[in-house]
């Protein structure tokens, strides 16, 4: 189970590293063009060529995400952002969309820490300072993990 849970953290934690980024400002703004888009819904996926403003780079082959259903179309261009231009997605959401991205994302991560302090008995330790220590351990782990995917998405 510990390690069930510190691979799921180190998931949410991966998927959750870039949107926390763009929310907190580090971004750079600019333009994709839509290249395809196959699916619907929650299976839709996008792809596009991202032209950041005042021309400091330009991404192909990137991931689109955010895009509204009526906006799929080869060629359409929309407002996006990305963490630069080693990034493999841009952004073209707006709203609560670009916070829940990132918000979910470490809830989940907060949520396999304390799975693996429960589940491998840190919180039932009958020493109050062991179980301190233990505990303290046990969300140290994820916690650690989580800042090495921010430092690497930087």
């Known amino acids: 189970m510990l390690l069930a849970l510190s691979l799921l953290a180190a998931f949410f934690a991966w998927v959750s590293a870039g949107p926390f980024w763009l929310a907190a400002g580090h971004s750079t ?5 839509i290249t395809e888009c196959a699916g619907g819904g929650l299976t839709q996926r996008c792809r596009g060529i991202f032209l950041a403003d005042g021309d400091r780079f330009q991404a192909h082959g990137v991931r689109v995400s955010g895009v509204a259903a ?4 080869t060629g359409t261009l929309l407002p996006a952002r ?3 231009p080693d990034g493999s997605t841009a952004y073209a959401d ?3 969309g670009r916070h829940l991205r ?3 994302g470490l809830a989940l ?5 304390a799975g693996i302090a429960r589940w491998t008995g840190a919180t039932r330790l009958a020493d109050e300072r062991q179980r301190r220590w233990a505990v303290g351990l046990a969300l140290a782990g994820p916690a650690l993990i989580t800042v ?5 998405a930087w």
């Open 29 to 33: 703004g600019g333009t994709v063009m």
């Open 148 to 152: 090495g995917f921010l430092a690497a």
């Open 94 to 96: 707006t709203g609560i």
């Open 82 to 84: 990305m963490t630069g």
């Open 70 to 73: 009526g906006r799929t179309a």
């Open 109 to 113: 991560v907060a949520g396999c820490a």
């Open 102 to 104: 990132w918000l979910l």
